[in-house]
């Protein structure tokens, strides 16, 4: 514990999967709404 240095690790490969699930997740909403949208307008 006395060679921790506070804000030392590499974070790349957390933040490439965090950008990753945030495109999936809005992309998901999107299909989400638009589908939603059709819905209300064809009434099924």
Do not use: N, P
């Not at 965090?18 to 299909?31: C, I, L, N, P």
């Not at 709404?33 to 009434?43: D, E, M, Q």
Request: net charge positive.
């Amino acid at each position: 514990m006395a060679d921790y240095k506070h804000g030392s690790m590499d974070i790349r490969v957390q933040e490439k999967t965090f950008e990753g699930f945030m495109k999936t997740s809005a992309r998901a909403v999107g299909v989400i709404l638009v589908l939603l949208v059709i819905l209300a307008i064809f009434g099924a």
